[in-house]
């Protein structure tokens, strides 16, 4: 590894002193511009403006002026977006050494930022609105639903579900798939720790760090895995500035919790340096008691948490470079399981340091507009402490990733794209089992294009990924022959949405995935203490192959969206820990679980959408539904284990002004197709309240949310909770955040 | 404007420095020497000799610990059973660790002239309790085996 590591380190520095990249300032523009509020046609400031085909963003000042220098000559996609109005999507047209002009004015809205007004000719708004499988929390949703948890912050989403063992360890679930098969990122790059494995593992992005939440599947997932079926989810940290803010920016935030005796301190801040440098800082400090439920304390479910990251960027007209270091240091407990292996319960500290580099350069060049080039490495490693101390086990996991990738445009038939390189090297390790250490590398090469035809919008994507898992040494073990295994396949992926016409679209997408086993489900072998359970790796596994189909069909407004879809996902080799009921001969108190690859398929159905009536209200509504099973060659088609039960979200608010106020309920129905050894759950109905105020004083722009959750203390059970036996879900929960825009 | 070369030189320090930190890195969770590990299949209790307790393939197959209130037993002697059913007993880098017992009711003791595999039990209190014994790896500080809860009774 430590040679892969040089070489591409090597690889940037060249990369960075290249001539090829020393490209002149002609053929660049400026896009300077001003946003208001529609109706009183008065300045507005804190509009975040996005300028996609570039990947750049920035905030606009308090009185709505903002600008983008050095713009190379093109048409662009820019998007606004404010809290409290409809977001806005315009093309405009960037000509070389000129300013391009250009007032926004965004229109108050009671709608949440999926909501998008598109300012254009129609062939333009197909491909701006038509991100079918791209879906964004951000804004006034996100601090409505932020949670402890990633997970718990997103569940509200249709489709999407938490996977979850007490109060920190939480990980979403996309239409019932989870793990591998759903990628966790934050600023595009892998998390690097070890969630997908296990469920007491938790997922190493604290939500509050978040500036928004990226959810994107079908062709679009592929830049990022082959593997990614369920989807992408990219919490937008935004460590390493693509541009050069003009002012001092950030927000700081505190946040409480009755549920937990819980609180949260989090600043995160830009500001420039000179005329060329930008650096970002954000940190957070978590801290929680024991979860409260209507049946009582739920004992051990404490955590304590702090996240932060420093970044330098250098941006010039060719383009940017910088560098970012971060660490996530947690603490936290597994509830104790008398019948599940630990009667004490588990104790868990992670620590995971990261630092990556991050450069890209437009290039004046007919066909290719940019090249960028990443590099990250995540030290992580966590132990598991028993009640009186003892370590039971350990997991380090090295990770080092790279990517070059150029994007393109007009390009022959192509409209435009990107195509490029990644590269992974993982250095696994668990001490207190069996499971020897390992080595894996992957190298992938991906292609994603993109064509509007009239009315319909095509996207295209293809992965080709070689992965080894090599161990530290090849013998015969209790669980098969340990060796080394190569695996390789092609990933592709396509997507068409056609505008009908008055606001409606229809659309399909399919995917044909491809997931090596990874090093744990190849090799593992031991206890593992806080998932109650043995785990018993399979050396001969096979590929995991999916293959995806999804129909939809939408109609968005200024006044109303709606979106239903069904989808089918059928696997061949589905990989996932079964529970076999057997107890383990060397740590009897602990159920074997083997992973083992069968055939499954997954069908559902998800409806969502929202209205806006008599000016200031707003009706939100969603549903989700997700049936699968695996084949099992003595019985046939059976249920598969942790699969969510049909759920419900509705959600009523009125807005006026800076005030929002609201009502929610969730409903679910029970769960009793259940999978070997599994406990089915009832149905239940969860009602709760929120509020939020945002007012501006001194160019500061303040918002205070309220939110009551389980107002009637309602005593419920998730399906996909490992301790549902054990404690119900949280009692009734009053939380406040109060976030401050600087 | 011009892509500069000190730009590039001061690009070259950071990117390096990355390097060498990457390069020299190792990770946190492996075992830093060639440790050799037990994994037994089952396990023996003997007193004076006598088979007194048999645990295979994670289930006691035959007895449990008693003892007389107010009294201690012989020594009691843990040997641990192989893949091929031969009886061992570890010679480096282990101890025998036990848990759940309710020393109210009944307490395990060794004393420092046994053999780190034998010891003696002691009746506190007429009544019934468990416990569970570890095969502790003292290098890794792990456990690599550990018995079912055994009952103890005390007479």
Known sequence: MRYITLFLSISITLVFSSPAHAQADRNRGTIKGQTIDRETEDPLGFVYLYLEELDRAITAHGDGAFTFNNIPAGEYTLSASRIGYQSVTQVITVNSNETTALTLSLRPSVLNAQAVEVIGTADHASSANLEHASKTIKGADLRQNLGTTLSSTMEEMPGISSRSMGSAPARPIIRGLGGERLLILQDGERTGDVSSQSADHAVTVDPMAAEEIEIARGPAALEYGANAIGGVINVVRNQISPTLPDHLHGTASLEGQSVNTGGVAAV??????????????????????????????LQNSDIFST?????????????????????????????????????????IEVRKYQTEGRAEITLDNPVFKSVQANLSYKNYYHRELEEDGQIGTEYGLLTTNAKVAVRHQRWGFLEQGKIGFWGEAKDYAVDGTQTPGSDAYSLASFAIEEKNIGALHLEVGARFELSRATPEEQYESSIGRIRERTFYGLATSASAIYDIGSGFFTGATFMHSFRPPSQEELYSEGPHLASYSYEVGNPDLNPERGLGKELFICYKSSSATAEVGVYHNSFNGYIYPRNTGQQSARFPSLNVYQFSGVDARFRGIEFSSQVSFWDHWALTGSMSYTHAQREIETAGWQPLPMIPPLQAHINLKYASGGFHLGGKITIADRQDRTGDFETPTSGYTVAGLFGQYRFESARLLHTISLNADNIFNTTYRNHLSRIKELMPEPARNISILYRMYF | MKFSIPFTHIMIIPVLTLALFLAGCSNPASSSDEEEHHHPEGVILKMDSTEIVRIEEGVITSGQLEVVNGETTPLITVYFLDHDGELFQPEHDYSLKWNQIDTAVAEINQDSQQTPWSFRLTGNQEGQTMVRFQLWHDKSEHADFETPSIPVTVN
Not at chain 1, 273 to 282: C, K, Q, T, Y
Not at chain 1, 311 to 330: E, F, Q
Not at chain 1, 332 to 339: S, T
């Open chain 1, 307 to 347: 996240n932060n990251s420093v970044g330098l960027s250098s941006i010039h007209p060719w383009g940017y470079a910088g560098l970012a270091g971060s660490m996530y240091l947690t603490n936290y407990g597994i509830p104790p399981d008398p019948a599940g292996g630990h009667e004490h319960g588990v104790n």
């Open chain 1, 268 to 297: 995160n801040a830009g500001i420039p340096l000179g005329s060329s440098l930008a650096l970002n800082f954000d940190g957070n400090l978590r801290s929680a008691q024991n979860l409260k439920t209507p049946e009582g304390s």
